[in-house]
């Protein structure tokens, strides 16, 4: 049974909430991406927590963290999780992210190098030259919809309407993956998109600042296409390993649409950690 308890910490005034596991083992931090909370991260915390500490925040903006204020940007969702990792009293945590929360895991890695044991990145928003489409794969022959517009319109619908909208864009996913993902989408700040939340450096100059090792998890059909990964490998400078795995038949949110690929390709990783 997965068991978790509730806090909050107050960053440089601000309200984030958190989830955690607990128990006398090595920290693991999960960041969710944007328009999600630390829920969202629910079956894969279970898994982790027989062997980790596993903290799930909610990103400022987003869950029952504080709204977004005027000098929130993206070095702010880094600088929180630091804070986070300071007043937890974190050791060396293992951090994974997904999309904005990979974004936020890179940032974490560069401007505090010594803090991270590990990141893993599920399909960062890198190279993302253009907005991202999805398919409402319940529509047979409907065009691709433009993600931010799709997210945002989510918002102003019931539960059970975004429940409905879920099973059309993501009709593999399970129930309870769809039902966290749906509650988050009433509890994000609508002003996030109008907000600086990524990093707007170009991935090339990034991937060459990471110190600590690194996993990097692609989609089929994700943000980080087969050559920008490769390219990500062979720009690796640092002495910790660079891994990178491409996951068929998955989409942006590549934990959901394929789980088991998913928890293999973070477990053989964690696998070659040094103790």
Known sequence: MFKYTEG??????????YYRTGGRKPPFILLHGATDNGLCWTKIAGVLAASYDV????????????????GFNY????????????????????????????DTAVNVAIEHPVLPRAIILEDPPWAMTAPLKIEKRGEVGAPPVDMVECLNGLNKLSLE????????????????????WAKAKQQFD??????????????????????????????????????????????????????????????????????EEYKAAVFDFLKTLPA
């Open 190 to 259: 609508a002003s996030l998109f109008s907000r600086a939340i990524l990093n707007p450096r170009n991935y090339e100059e990034l991937v060459t600042q990471i110190k600590c090792p690194t996993l990097l998890i692609t989609a089929e059909k994700g943000v980080v296409s087969k050559e920008v990964a490769e390219n990500i490998a062979r720009l690796w400078k640092s002495k910790q390993p660079f891994k990178w795995v491409r996951i068929k038949d998955t989409t942006h949110n590549i934990r959901r649409d394929n789980f």
């Open 75 to 102: 070095q702010t969702l880094a600088a929180q999780v630091a804070g986070l990792t300071q007043q937890l009293g974190l050791k060396k945590p293992i951090i994974m992210g997904h999309s904005m929360g990979a």
């Open 55 to 70: 903290i799930m925040p909610d990103a400022q903006g987003h869950g029952l963290s504080d709204r977004l204020d005027k």
């Open 161 to 180: 309407e975004i429940i409905e909208e879920g099973k059309k864009l993501n009709p593999s996913w399970t129930d309870a993956d769809r039902l966290y």
């Open 8 to 17: 909050e910490l107050k960053i440089d005034g601000v309200k984030i909430h």
